[in-house]
């Protein structure tokens, strides 16, 4: 699989996830206000994968502060960390990988900023690093529930492109697919970026996994004709009862599984938990732009003037998941209990400043 985001000397390159699979073109970000419209714009999308480019764009902001002492570095850092935090709201990688960094630069109080400059970029690699082992590690906890036979349904795309590589959602679904079970994928198209038609099902067919699109809207009537086993999503946010913020559309899915009684699974890192909000209510959900809906690439497909809603994520409630893959293995309700062992020493997203 092609790397969603790496380095490239001084630079950042990313694949750009709107032209794919019909070009495969990178976009070289070399500033964090590029990496901010990177962002917002979808050049790179999907919880994991917005962590690590912010991670990483801020290694390059820190690159440009010039500073020679440490307090009008540190503050320029945070404002460029501000920044950072505002380019999309839902995905909670985003602001723990930014707190990541700015604890980092906390921690080093005092010192020499070219020294700090060293260390961030380096944290920024590690946090590229880590997001894959841990997906191979979320893979190999989430394939133990697949059966040695199984179709297994999928909305929008939780694979290598929305992650540092590998995949949640999908990396559960390549372990299970490489242990030698016969795996077939149903991807929903998921309107109205199509990340489960352009990119789920791109990922997928280059590893050569059965694929077969299908409408949204097609997802139930096939649960309802004993034709999905088993359902596996990945997540923008968790809140800390199991409520579940992911690509709009999965609310019904999770509802159409438990009313056809097939498990609804969702496989995300630690790093997309939030223990700071209680339930999903709380969860900020993005509203991205009309034209999203009322065009199609670029063609006006709905009356002008139309009303248009265009919600990007919902929430589906705890008590329809069956359970949470992480790294740390498999949560299962209750899942304000569970969640909460999960995390050793209070809150991992700001170790140290806040305790849960
Ligand atoms: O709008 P997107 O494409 O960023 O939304 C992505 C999703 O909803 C994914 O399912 C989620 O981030 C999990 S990615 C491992």
Not at 22 to 38: F, L, N
Not at 43 to 71: C, F
Not at 272 to 283: F, H, K, M, Q
Not at 318 to 346: C, H, S
Request: include cysteine.
């Amino acid at each position: 699989m092609l790397p969603t985001i790496e380095w490239k000397g001084r630079h950042i390159r990313m694949i750009d996830q709107r032209k794919l699979p019909a070009k495969v073109e990178w976009v070289v970000c070399k500033s964090d206000r590029d990496v901010v419209k990177a962002i917002k714009s979808m050049v790179i999308r999907g919880a994991p994968a917005i962590g690590v480019a912010a991670a990483m764009g801020l290694s390059l902001s820190a690159e440009a502060i010039q500073a020679d002492a440490y307090d009008t570095f540190a503050r320029r850092f945070r404002e460029s960390a501000s920044r950072m935090l505002k380019a999309r709201p839902t995905a909670v990688n985003l602001r723990w990988a930014v707190e990541r960094m700015t604890l980092l630069v906390e921690r080093m109080a005092g010192r020499d900023p070219e020294e700090i400059r060293i260390a961030l970029r380096e944290e920024s690699e590690k946090i590229l690093s880590e997001d894959v082992e841990i997906n191979r590690k979320i893979g190999e906890h989430g394939q133990s529930i697949v059966p040695r036979k199984a179709v297994i349904l999928t909305h929008c795309n939780a694979g290598s492109l929305a992650t540092g590589g590998y995949g949640t959602a999908l990396g559960v679904i390549r372990a299970a697919h490489e242990a030698g079970k016969k795996i077939e994928v149903i991807a929903d198209e998921t309107r109205p970026w199509l990340q489960g038609l352009r990119l789920t099902a791109f990922e997928l067919m280059e590893d050569g996994i059965p694929v077969t699109v299908i409408a949204d809207n097609a997802a139930g009537s096939l649960m309802r004709q004993g034709k999905v086993d088993l359902v596996i999503t990945g997540a923008d946010r968790i809140a800390a009862n199991g409520d579940v913020a992911n690509k709009i559309g999965t609310y019904q899915v999770a509802v159409l599984a438990r009313e056809n009684k097939i498990p609804f699974y969702v496989a995300a890192p630690l790093s997309t938990i939030d223990l700071r909000i209680p339930s999903g209510e709380r969860i900020p959900v993005e509203e991205r732009d009309a034209t999203e809906i009322s065009h199609f690439r670029k063609i006006r497909v709905g009356p002008p003037g139309v009303k248009i809603f265009n919600p990007a994520f919902d929430v589906t409630p705890g008590r329809y998941v069956a359970g949470i893959i992480t790294e740390k293995g498999i949560v299962r309700a209750p899942y304000p209990k569970q969640i909460k062992k999960l995390f050793k020493n209070g809150c991992h997203l700001v170790e140290g400043i806040e305790k849960v």
